[in-house]
């Protein structure tokens, strides 16, 4: 079975703050991904990864950024947290032989 | 640009009754299409994937490149069924995925 763990479930930060959300797989898949998602809007892609120390833009990069130094942890950083930020982030990642995403179970992010 | 569209956001049926989830897709090649679940306090994990043709959990998929859709249809829903839904694609020879924004599907009793 495929596992992906996220470093935590549930994690509250002030304003300003620089918060870090790690991801984990334990597949040796070669893509990464960060989303958040929010009622009614879905998932909306961060940042993504396809090789270690690469990484490319999703739809709404601004206020984020990513690290990716092994294959199997990718890291979405939040510079300085804003309210705006608050929202629950998924990390998932997939192989190029199926397309498949597997998603671990989330972080639920709230920003005072 | 790449789109997909869920148009409701919550779907509401009874117990036994037939349920689709409409998915409508914007692409100008051939995409995959997906099917992904979340039930509640569960990670969002994949249901089905139109290039396997396959029926899982009783749903089923059909893609209409005529019609750009990928609705999930169901004949006889279960409350076990109740959950939220997201459809979503890949362009050929990708790996970003797009998604809905989502269909809550609420199966009553």
């Known amino acids: 079975d495929v596992k992906v763990t996220q470093s935590s479930r549930y994690l509250v930060k002030r304003t300003g703050e620089k918060v870090f959300l790690e991801c984990v797989q334990d597949m040796d898949h070669e893509n990464m991904f960060w989303y958040r998602q929010d009622p009614g809007l879905g998932l909306r892609l961060i940042y993504f990864s396809y090789d270690v120390k690469m990484k490319e833009k999703g739809d709404i990069p601004e206020g984020y950024s990513v690290s990716r130094e092994k294959k199997e942890r990718f890291s979405l950083i939040l510079e300085s947290a804003s309210t705006n930020q608050t929202s629950m982030y998924l990390c998932a990642s997939s192989n190029s032989d199926t397309d498949t995403q597997y998603f671990g179970p989330g972080t639920r992010l709230t920003v005072l | 640009a790449q789109r997909v569209t869920q148009p409701e956001k919550l779907l509401s049926v009874f117990k036994g009754a037939p349920v689709e989830l409409k998915c409508n897709y914007s692409?100008?090649?051939?995409?995959?299409l997906f099917w992904y679940v979340q039930y509640s306090r569960q990670r969002l994990q994949l249901l089905l994937r139109?290039?396997s043709r396959e029926s899982i959990k009783g749903f089923t998929a059909d893609l209409n490149k005529g019609e750009t859709s990928f609705h999930l249809k169901k004949p006889f829903a279960q409350e076990e069924d109740s959950a939220m839904y997201y459809c979503?694609?890949?362009?050929?020879?990708?790996?970003?995925?797009?998604f809905g924004a989502g269909t809550r599907l609420f199966v009553k009793a």
């Open positions: 979503a694609l890949i362009s050929a020879g990708g790996f970003k995925t797009i």
């Open positions: 139109h290039i």
């Open positions: 692409y100008s090649g051939s995409p995959e």
